[in-house]
């Protein structure tokens, strides 16, 4: 028996569709607040994953109050 894909992925039950939506909605804040690199949202996403000390600072403009960068 052939499953379409849309039934193998497990984004598409139970609570997953807005767990992962929240999610991006963070991911999507954090990439608008970090102010380094001025570019738009998919440049910063794609060189975040590409750049491991860009990510990092991604993720310190999600929290700038509590781990400032030194």
Not at 37 to 59: C, E, G, P, T, W
């Amino acid at each position: 028996m052939l499953l379409s894909t849309l039934d193998e992925c497990r984004i598409h039950s139970l609570h997953s569709p807005q767990n992962f939506a929240l999610l991006r909605h963070i991911a999507l804040n954090a990439l608008e607040r970090e102010s380094s690199f001025h570019r738009s949202i998919r440049q910063k996403s794609r060189r975040a994953a590409m750049n491991d000390r860009y990510m990092v600072s991604v993720l310190a403009a999600a929290l700038p109050n509590l781990y400032p960068l030194p």
